[in-house]
């Protein structure tokens, strides 16, 4: 390899370990982020070119805007900032596990000139019996010590959360992580869709695209059934209950699903995901004639029509769970012969509403029974796990990065005209000036220690 | 006493305290700071009180069955002025330094007087999507989170000012700008509160992704709520690494955290407000 190629390398290289690529990596992909939100993402071609001319239509979609976090440019972004990660910690780690691993017990005077943090002091008495009441100061206000005897004086060593020197690698490695497992989910996962009618049963979910997917077992809906906060219309509970065979037997009995508490089997989960109405409801019409004690009761479907011994027809015409604020109601069509159709509201929460109508007859909905068919999102992702590891480490490493500090502290000692001068010298890899007042009251005590 | 009145009586002090620590600036009297001060932490128990009330408040409407009152914009607005103020008494607790409330409390006190005069503050039941535990976790990390930024937003502004001073090398004259932190202390002030806000914009994303999971089988899909968080988190990301970096620490780091807590604002009420998603709840 020629010097020039060589020097070309070495630039490559820097490029990709330099923090200035970090810091543009991630504004770029804050910028472009954006777009996205602005542009709704994979709608139809119909729908876009309601917004946009075609020629901007062709120029977004060549740009890959309507679906641009899967677009190469964007993935080629986020591989860009993986690499940089890697080749940051490539470059970093190797000097940071020397540091931890093999600390340097006897810097040289330059180095331990170079921090700020140190005192000095020289005391009576001989060497070997100062260096003990030091090892046990420093062990007592510190940590244990290691100990180097050189020609040059006694070192001894000591030093706290070495490990926190890892955090930022931990961090840039969770989001490896994080990559891994999306890319796991993205490769073996899917989501899929299927509905269930109540008392219905499927053996298969739906991908997006129509493509049926095989479960390997049996799904059954036994129940749907939503209910409403008391007079008012606000959903308060989407609750299906589902029954799970596998091989003819039951594995999982009547379990009721809600849209916070899925049902996970054999790695697919179920999620409660919307409903409606699976053929038309059956409702119960309870006639009286006005005066007489005798009821007669009609169950019709929307639409269908009885007749009264009288003549008068009703039809069942419409019918609502919730009628403003009163619950379940439906709307008659009452025809006596010869006259022309009225409608008749009645509730099934207030039978006697209809005696205010002061008609011949007496109408109230006794009942009614809505079948309904249930939504249910499938999902497996296999990465999901990986993710979770992932976030747990980055938020772990970011906690160790910010709040955790490798802290080391040196005592030299050396006979010196009959003494023995003492010098403790401390540094902390980060938050200096905690580390600062810390060490300012640890001087008191090494005072003290050796007045 | 309705928790709404309680935060009537919280808006009025926040209201005061800005002033106070306004006139502080102004008179250079460290009585009115420290009057400034109390009046904040009065404020700020009368507040947590009012959450508490209000709290059990939704057990007491019919049908109520109870819940974090964080759920719709007015109630997570008046519990982002609650974060503020926590994060701005720590840092006030740990710096001693009174100028920075002329700069925080304004927010909040926007916050609570927009929450108090045009929004809806009805007590509704929790619609199904939300009836979730998640839903405390995901809301109270976010928010601590935000409210750092609007604290490290404050004293980059700050920072900012007293840079252009300090450069001009005029600092003899003293003025408004001499009750200020130096820029290196505020600097780090700036620093600390994005290392406070950081890790808890991330738990915040994570239990929000954790919540989208269990809730919709996915925990991210692009959503723009979800995008945004994103969005913030470069940005404060990219902050973080600045301050290390030569020619990027100082005024640019300053401009960061400033833009990032623009962005976070955006995050918090402009998708809401502007865009469409999954995550448009009470908007």
Known sequence: MTQKQQSILTKLWDFFCSLKLSIFCLITLAITSIIGTVIQQNQTKEHYLKVFDPDTYELLNSLQMFDMYHSTWFIGLLILFCINLVCCSIKRLPRVWKMVTRPALVPSNAALEAFSNTTERNVRGNLDEVRTRMETFVKEHFAPTRCTETDDGVYLYAERNKYARFGVYVTHLSILIIFVGAIIGNVFGYKAYVNIPEGGSVDKVWLRSGEPIDLGFKVTCEDFSVSFYENSQRPKEYKSILTVEENGEVVVDKRPIVVNDPLSYNGITFYQSNYGPAGSEIMTIKVQLRGEDKTQAFTLRRGEKAQLPDGTSITAADFTQSYRNFGPAARLSVQKVGEAATSVIVFKNFPEFDKQRKGTYLFSLEEFDQRYYTGLQATKDPGVWVVWLGCTLLVVGCLIAFFVSHRRMWVVLREKDGKVQVRLVGTSHRNQPAFELYFDKLKEAFNKQLA | ?283
Request: hydrophobic residues 55%; glycine residues 10%; aromatic residues 18%.
């Open chain 2, 1 to 283: 006493m309705t928790s709404g009145a309680l935060f009537n009586l919280v808006t009025i002090g926040y209201f005061a305290a800005m002033v106070m620590f306004i006139g502080f600036l102004a008179t250079r009297n460290f009585g009115v700071a420290r009057i400034a001060s109390w009046t904040a932490i009065a404020g700020f128990i009368v507040h947590t009180v009012g959450i508490g009330l209000r709290w059990y408040e939704t057990y007491q409407i019919p049908g109520g069955e109870g819940y974090a009152p964080m759920s719709n914009l007015y109630e997570s607005i008046v519990f982002f002025a609650w974060t503020i103020l926590l994060i701005y008494i720590l840092i006030e607790w740990r710096y001693n330094q009174k100028a920075v409330g002329a700069f925080v409390l304004p927010f909040a006190f926007l916050a609570m007087s927009w929450a108090q005069l045009s929004l809806d503050s009805t007590i509704s039941p929790l619609v199904p999507a939300l009836q979730s535990n998640w839903l405390t976790y995901h809301v109270i990390t976010c928010f601590l989170g935000y409210a750092a930024f609007a604290v490290a937003c404050g004293v980059s502004i700050m920072y900012l000012i007293k840079v252009r001073k300090e450069e001009k090398a005029d600092d003899k004259a003293g003025g408004i700008l001499s009750l200020f932190p130096s820029a290196k202390i505020l600097d780090d002030m700036n620093y600390k509160a994005i290392m406070i806000g950081f890790p808890l914009l991330t738990l915040g994303i994570i239990t929000g992704a954790a919540w989208a999971n269990y809730a919709w089988g996915t925990y991210w899909s692009w959503d723009p709520k979800e995008t945004w968080s994103l969005i913030v988190w470069f940005i404060y990301a990219a902050f973080l690494h600045a301050r290390i970096t030569r020619g990027w620490a100082g005024r640019r780091a300053a401009y960061l955290s400033i833009i990032g807590f623009v962005a976070t604002v955006f995050c918090y009420l402009g998708v809401n407000l502007l865009l469409s998603g999954l995550h448009s709840y009470g908007g």
